[in-house]
DNA sequence: GTCTATACATAGATAGAC
DNA sequence: GTCTATCTATGTATAGAC
């Protein structure tokens, strides 16, 4: 599924395009400078258009912050079911998400998305907010589902809540410190987390 | 120390107090509605003056950002350091360094701030945010001296840096979740954090 | 120290031509 | 579909009286 939130009645290839490229523009500016701070006018210039060309492909300003988030979430969520149906072991669809979690976070177009989920929410609306609230929520049934097996199985002690809210908010601060060039590559740093997150897990890169 | 972050001569106390009013009130307004969203009218209002006034105790809405920031941050090197000196064992810092850095994020008037910290770094000039950059520095220290040591002792394994970022992240993120009114109290919330992070430590809620 | 009044800039959004 | 031109609102910050 292509999230293109609030989706809308029939588009050329062409035009749809230019909103995907939008989307992604607007999610790497919104990362950069802030939601708040980044003006129509630079998202605009940022893909060649005038500021005003802007409101032909989303009725305002959030509707740009509202698709950057629903595009992002949706497609860890696309993702995230295929790899439950792939795995049925808890220990599997453990680490299994968390790698998801991970590249998801690390990996540029899809880091820049999650960047926004998690540091703009504050600038939707009550409406919009509960949207992507909605699909946060699904999300974090695949955790939760996933962690309840494990905590089941003794793979996992502790609160099972508590125990996805840690994890995913240590993987989420990622987003503030990695940088591509740094000491450690995308993978040296995903085992480590798997490590520090999720000590008694065995590790299994091919997941 | 009282970390009035540029300080300033002379002030009287009424004026300070004043001024400290005022960040405390910045920190819970940012915190409901985002520093950008938040103005200097509805501050000024909040405390009862109008908004010209502001201009008396801080030059510009930034350096109220930063006094928030500044503040809240110093006061938790503070009680760190202090933590540092009365324990020596790695096992009883990582725990002491734990339980004050989730308390501060859970009282109210300390998890304003830090929420500051965590969601407006991007609003502040680069000097700003150097400065901000150095106390937080200052305060990792504490966590890497003491990481780094239990690392030593075999009490924790992994890359050190990568165990602090995730400690640390995971943490930080009860700011979007943690109500005091919620299933949890907020000591059972710590210590089901405590186990989720440091599965291998013993706990001593006395420390 | 606080007020009133206001300058000044910039933002989001719209209208209508092409 | 994109542009130009512009409206309108709102924000930060200042000046000067009290």
Do not use: C
């Amino acid at each position: 599924m292509t999230a293109t939130a609030g989706s809308r009645e029939a588009a050329t290839p062409a035009e749809e395009s230019r909103r995907t490229e939008l989307i992604l523009v607007a999610a790497r500016l919104f990362r950069l400078n802030g939601y708040e701070r980044t003006t129509v006018r630079e998202l605009a210039e940022a893909v060649g258009l005038r500021s005003g060309s802007l409101f032909h492909y989303f009725r305002n300003k959030e509707e740009i912050l509202l698709a950057v988030m629903a595009n992002g979430i949706q497609s860890v969520i696309d993702e995230g079911q295929a790899l439950m149906a792939r795995h049925e072991q808890p220990a599997e669809r453990l680490e299994g998400l968390f790698r998801l979690h991970m590249s998801s976070l690390i990996n540029g177009v899809g880091g820049d998305a999650m960047h926004a989920m998690i540091y703009e929410w504050r600038s939707l609306t009550p409406q919009a907010r509960a949207q992507i609230q909605q699909l946060s929520t699904a999300y974090e049934q695949l955790w939760n589902r996933t962690i309840n097996e494990a905590v089941a199985q003794g793979l996992l002690q502790g609160d099972p809540a508590i125990i996805r809210k840690h994890v995913l908010g240590g993987m989420n601060f990622t987003v503030r410190w990695y940088r591509p060039d740094g000491r450690l590559s995308a993978e040296q740093v995903t085992e480590q987390m798997l490590r520090a997150a999720l000590p008694g897990l065995a590790r299994h890169p091919e997941l």
